[in-house]
């Protein structure tokens, strides 16, 4: 099942998006581009993509240490940057593809961790971890990749964050905790009043299902109306068809059409935002 607290692991019984074998071999060996539903689609093909990042460190406060893994476009001397935030099973190569898509498309493109290291593989254990996660350490860390990527040699100095379900919430929280450039919410909790929404500095994009009962028309519609009355009038909201999850490939909920159109609109946002 998914929820307001996050998504339960069901595998989807439609046919997912494939590509033919030569074009996978291909993409194994670093020789070819795949869309990225395929590459999603296909825990192979993303294993792949995951392990051409890099992994980084940061130093928080307190002596501990955040871990994160970083895509870096090619043939790009400066480039804006996206901080990437994961569902609340944890960092995996999933993310860690989008990641590398968002290279591809130049931008240099940070997957965080917030569970620093650990991984729920059933619903079970992924609840607990999002409700072990310190939220102000979990603020500190987010904050402190915002600053690493706006200081990074390569960096225009930009940065969007970017997030799914329990990772879409953290996606506003971070954009509230620090000025960025950029906010993307991909059904995450909006649930904020005009006071907490005061110091948002960023243009937002939401993408949402009408069919999620928790995330749904009556959350999101007390969002529009708090940022109206916050004065923040950037706000771009889009609604499918569809269910809590949809954009994921390996959930029950998934629908390859609505992903499609939402990653697009994603991607035309970071460029007109970031530059």
């Known amino acids: 099942m998914c929820d307001i607290t996050g998504c339960g692991q069901k595998y989807s019984d439609k046919p997912l998006p494939t590509a033919p074998l030569e074009q996978r071999r291909a993409f194994l060996k670093g020789m070819a581009a795949l869309p990225l539903a395929v590459v999603l689609a296909d825990s192979q093909l993303a294993q792949a993509a995951g392990e051409r990042m890099e992994k980084v460190s940061l130093a928080l406060p307190g002596g501990q240490t955040a871990n994160a893994y970083l895509a870096l476009p090619e043939g790009v001397d400066k480039a804006p940057t996206v901080l990437l935030i994961h569902e609340w099973w944890g960092l995996n190569d999933q993310i860690?593809?989008?990641?590398?898509?968002?290279a591809e498309q130049g931008?240099?493109?940070?997957?965080?961790d917030l569970y620093n290291g650990e991984y729920g593989s059933t619903p079970e254990e992924a609840n607990a971890l999002r409700m072990a996660?310190?939220?102000e350490l979990a603020t500190q860390t987010l904050v402190g990749w915002i600053d690493w990527l706006k200081q990074h040699p390569n960096s225009t100095g930009k940065v969007a964050t970017l997030g799914w379900c329990f990772g879409g919430g953290w996606s506003?929280?971070?954009?509230?905790?620090?000025?960025?450039?950029?906010t993307v919410i991909y059904y995450g909790s909006v649930a904020k009043t005009a006071a907490e929404l005061a110091p948002l500095q960023s243009p937002v994009l939401g993408h949402f299902g009408t069919l999620d009962n928790n995330?749904?028309?009556?959350m999101v519609g007390g969002f529009e109306k708090a940022m109206a009355e916050a004065?923040?009038?950037d706000l771009e909201v889009h609604?499918?068809?569809?269910?809590?999850?949809?954009a994921n490939p390996t959930g029950s909920r998934y629908d390859e059409e609505d992903a499609a159109l939402?990653?697009?609109?994603?991607?035309?946002?970071l460029y007109k935002t970031l530059g």
């Not at 995330?215 to 009556?218: A, S």
């Open 172 to 182: 506003l929280n971070a954009s509230l905790a620090t000025p960025v450039d950029a």
């Open 262 to 269: 939402a990653w697009s609109r994603t991607v035309s946002f």
């Open 239 to 246: 609604w499918y068809v569809a269910d809590h999850a949809f």
């Open 215 to 218: 995330i749904n028309e009556e």
């Open 231 to 233: 004065g923040k009038t």
């Open 96 to 102: 860690k593809a989008v990641a590398a898509e968002l």
């Open 133 to 135: 996660l310190d939220s």
């Open 107 to 112: 931008f240099i493109a940070l997957a965080v």
